[in-house]
């Protein structure tokens, strides 16, 4: 079963812009990951942010945390056409750290 | 390069076929992990491994599914007669403790 759910499911702008994905979540978690996807090819890891955390920051990214809600958002600034990728949310809910991956979002970005 | 790597990168084979990959997780990292991906779905957690010992195993990984983990190093993952329905990325993963999990290219499975 997928415990993340991410939205949107897609999304396009134009470089420059600012892109925000969002991912929602079912039980208590001991951190949240968002890893980046292109086409066919593996996962790279992007940020982890644990449950005691509210925002974390990495370069471009920002990823915030709400446990109260059970959300995390992922925004990327100034995106580049190189940004274009799936983006996943993976929660680490149990005693050995398995991930739990939403659907993802398809992140378009446009010359 | 020190990162994950998985053999074959692609597979394809007749139903019916034995298939085997072969995940070499980053040198220090004493855990490591399988997932499967199929088109459009987020990966999905097949088993793990901490060292050489098979820890955890997901209710998607049928009696037709075997994993080693030999001497903590590398792992593989058979699959035996193979189906139609097990068409897909089989990702491995692995990680030092509870902490990021660095993923491996794939190996894109094909069952004709």
């Known amino acids: 079963s997928q415990q993340g759910e991410e939205d949107p499911q897609a999304l396009s702008i134009q470089e420059g812009e600012n892109a925000t994905m969002n991912c929602s979540y079912k039980?208590?978690?001991?951190?949240l990951q968002w890893y980046r996807q292109n086409s066919g090819r593996g996962l790279v890891h992007l940020i982890l942010?644990?449950?005691?955390?509210r925002e974390k920051h990495s370069g471009r990214l920002r990823v915030t945390l709400d446990t109260s809600k059970k959300s995390s958002s992922l925004l990327i600034t100034a995106s580049r056409a190189a940004d274009t990728a799936s983006y996943f949310c993976a929660t680490d809910a149990g005693r050995y750290s398995t991930l739990t991956f939403g659907k993802g979002t398809m992140l378009l970005v446009s010359p | 390069d020190t990162g994950v790597s998985q053999d074959p990168r692609h597979k394809i084979t007749k139903r019916g076929q034995n298939v085997t990959f072969r995940c070499d997780p980053i040198?220090?990292?004493?855990?490591l992990y399988w997932y499967r991906q199929t088109l459009g779905q987020g990966p999905e957690f097949l088993t793990y491994f901490q060292n050489e010992a098979q820890l955890e195993k997901s209710r998607l990984l049928s009696d037709r599914f075997s994993a080693e983990r030999p001497k903590g190093s590398f792992s593989t993952l058979e699959i035996q007669r193979t189906e139609q329905g097990d068409s897909a990325m089989y990702l491995c993963a692995s990680s030092f403790r509870a902490s990021e999990q660095f993923f491996g290219p794939g190996t894109r499975l094909t069952v004709l």
């Open positions: 040198s220090e990292h004493n855990r």
């Open positions: 942010i644990r449950s005691n955390e």
């Open positions: 039980t208590s978690i001991n951190n």
